[in-house]
Nanobody, 115 residues
Framework: QVQLVESGGGLVQPGGSLRLSCATS????????MDWYRQAPGKERELVATITTYGHDLNYAASVKGRFTISRDNAKNTVYLQMDSLKPEDTAVYYC????????WGRGTRVTVSS
C-alpha cells in the first residue's frame, strides 16, 4: 500500500525558510520521479517541483525557481523541499506525489507565511 507522509510545515515570517519532508513506502521509490505540489486556499493544486529518479534533473515552477530546492534520499525513500526566501503567496498545503499511484494524495503539510 502506497503511503506518502508529508511533514515540516508551519508558520514562518516572510523571508524565512522551511524544509519539508515526505516519507514514502509501498512502492519502488528509487524507480520513480517525485513531485511536490501545493494548493493555496481557493485555488487549484499546482506543481511546484519535480526530481527524477537519481536527482539528475530538477524542474521548478517559475514562481519558486531560485528559492526552492527539491532533493531526495533513495536510501531513506524520502523526498525533500527546501524553501527559502518565503513569501506570503507561498502559503498553501504542500503535497508530495508519485506517478506510481497518480490518484493517491497524502494529507499534506500546511505552510503559512505571515508576519
Amino acid at each position: 500500500q502506497v503511503q506518502l507522509v508529508e511533514s515540516g510545515g508551519g508558520l514562518v515570517q516572510p523571508g524565512g525558510s522551511l524544509r519539508l519532508s515526505c516519507a514514502t513506502s509501498g512502492f519502488p521509490f528509487s524507480s520513480y520521479a517525485m513531485d511536490w505540489y501545493r494548493q493555496a486556499p481557493g485555488k487549484e493544486r499546482e506543481l511546484v517541483a519535480t526530481i527524477t529518479t537519481y536527482g539528475h534533473d530538477l524542474n521548478y515552477a517559475a514562481s519558486v525557481k531560485g528559492r526552492f530546492t527539491i532533493s531526495r534520499d533513495n536510501a531513506k525513500n524520502t523526498v525533500y523541499l527546501q524553501m527559502d526566501s518565503l513569501k506570503p503567496e507561498d502559503t498553501a498545503v504542500y503535497y508530495c506525489h508519485t506517478l506510481y499511484r497518480p490518484k493517491y494524495w497524502g494529507r499534506g503539510t500546511r505552510v503559512t507565511v505571515s508576519s
